[in-house]
């Protein structure tokens, strides 16, 4: 017989008989929603959280975002980012923010004629000729006593190294101490070595004095690195105002994807955020970000400068944990090597004060070496924390890459909303615009309306010109004293044609002033 199932694991009902596997979400956490969409849209390719790795620490155990849905935003989403299919199909993969990264060749110039040995050894022997002409603007001797005193007035970094890297090894040291009898017979360069190899335990010495002389400098790199990286790690974890935009893209995206497998997502991976601005909207000119910046705007303005609540982003976008944790590493075996140093010193005459200048040194530098350890170590720690809190790997995703996207997220944002309120300043002036010049169309046609109106009573006298024409034409005006008479006695008689003279005169006269004023307005 066949052995009996393994348990179920504690919390989740066991399987009904002859049912396919459930997807049972963690800690009581409900389905998202299914929404219907009419036709397909621009798809939110984001990688979705996996709910096996959710843990009650989640910040996605806690959204929820579907108290946000309401029918407006359905709309707009449908109407723009419904799929249009291009006239020509273009590969577009791996464009846009993200689409830089891997382009970058590297540029190796290869030896043409000489082998790489005989390229060192040229090196190395420029350097030696600058030496022997003088170029450290020392002696022999000055150089050995800064060496023996220590002296940081006189030592710099730079000559310690050139130093370090061409002085002979000490069994070569030791062959030419053999022959400082013959000082006179050695080559310069010989002579030079001789001079300063004198000085016992002499890399060692060079060591620690270049580890003293770059001290600071290594404290200033490494310090506001991880200060900036875990203020980042706080300020990004408490900040209500980025978490409301997170629950503002789930929800979005999850609209996008609906009927496909990224579909009622219960989170996704931080850096699908910059490479929203690779989802194009139908009118190929505006984007995700565009849209969730308006939305925002609109509805939740409150949360507008998310981005100030994350200030320290950009600093920690800058810092390589893997390098830091290098440089604490050299620090602390910089500091052993001193410490042996130090317990195996025998001073070399009264001018050497190799002990009494690195030990005090020494304390200083290994009390502040435990403070940027300490600090380091919380740096850390919050980083993983951040990766439980958002549900990623902190060895495929790391501290510089995390906050990278933050960081190209956020000044995304700030521009597209830049960008919309410079659109819509620029709508509103074509709407101004326009209003003017229908403005301007509706005057001039009531302009031309009013000149026709005139015109169309100067027809209604055109009757009664045309006799008085007619009769000047004709000089019945200037007939004899009897037809005078008898127009003057007409003209008494006849009332109705005298009353008809003077309307025509009236008019003509109103007729000609509303002229004159159109002209002139």
Request: glycine share 4%; with cysteine.
């Amino acid at each position: 017989s066949e052995p009996p199932p393994p348990p179920p694991l504690a919390g989740i009902p066991p399987r009904m008989p002859g049912l396919g596997p459930i997807n049972i979400l963690p800690f009581g956490m409900k389905p998202k929603k299914q929404f219907e969409v009419s036709g397909t849209l621009k798809r939110a390719n984001w990688k979705k959280v996996n709910p096996g790795q959710i843990t009650q620490k989640a910040f996605w155990l806690h959204v929820d975002e579907e108290k946000l849905v309401t029918d407006t935003l359905l709309e707009e989403l449908t109407s723009k980012f419904a799929t249009v299919l291009p006239k020509k199909e273009i590969n577009r993969k791996d464009e846009g923010i993200n689409g830089v990264i891997g382009g970058v060749k590297k540029n190796s110039k290869e030896l043409k004629v000489i082998d790489a040995k005989s390229a060192q050894n040229l090196s190395k022997l420029v350097l030696n000729f600058m030496i022997m002409q003088g170029s450290l603007k020392m002696s022999a001797e000055d150089i050995k006593t800064c060496l023996l005193e220590v002296d940081e007035s006189r030592l710099h970094d730079s000559m310690i190294q050139q130093l370090i890297k061409y002085m002979p090894t000490q069994d070569a040291l030791n062959k030419l101490i053999n022959l400082k009898d013959d000082v006179s017979e050695l080559h310069d360069a010989e002579q030079f070595a001789l001079s300063v190899g004198s000085i016992k335990r002499l890399h060692p010495r060079l060591n620690s004095i270049s580890f003293k002389l770059r001290f600071q400098e290594m404290v200033s790199d490494i310090k506001p690195m991880v200060v900036g990286a875990t203020a980042a790690c706080e300020e990004i974890k408490s900040s209500k105002k980025f978490a409301k935009i997170l629950e503002i893209v789930l929800l979005c995206g999850n609209i996008l994807n609906t009927g496909t497998r990224n579909a009622q997502s219960i989170g996704f991976d931080i850096s699908f955020l910059p490479s929203m601005a690779n989802t194009k909207a139908v009118d190929q000119k505006s984007t995700l970000v565009h849209f969730l910046a308006d939305y925002i705007e609109k509805h939740h303005p409150d949360v507008l400068a998310f981005g100030d609540e994350l200030s320290y982003a950009e600093r920690a976008s800058k810092v390589n944990v893997e390098q830091v944790d290098k440089n604490l590493n050299m620090m602390k075996r910089s500091l052993e090597d001193m410490k042996t140093d130090l317990k195996n010193f025998r001073p070399q005459g009264e001018r050497d004060l190799f002990e009494k200048t690195m030990q005090p040194f020494y304390e200083d530098a290994q009390q502040t070496y435990e403070v940027l350890r300490g600090m380091h170590a919380k740096m850390v720690q919050l980083f993983e924390s951040l990766a439980e809190y958002y549900v990623f790997d902190v060895k495929k995703y790391t501290l510089e890459e995390f906050f990278t996207d933050i960081n190209n997220f956020i000044k995304q944002f700030d521009v597209a909303y830049a960008e919309n309120l410079k659109l819509r300043e620029l709508e509103e002036k074509r709407r101004i615009e326009k209003e003017k010049r229908e403005k301007a169309e509706r005057d001039k046609k009531e302009r031309a309306q009013k000149r026709q109106r005139l015109t169309d009573i100067d027809g209604d006298q055109e009757g009664v010109m045309d006799n008085l024409l007619e009769a000047l034409n004709s000089g019945a005006v200037f007939s004899s004293n009897n037809n005078k008479q008898r127009r003057k006695q007409n003209r008494n008689t006849n009332p109705a044609v005298k009353a008809q003279l003077m309307r025509t005169r009236s008019r003509n006269a109103i007729a000609m002033d509303s002229m004159r004023a159109i002209d002139i307005s």
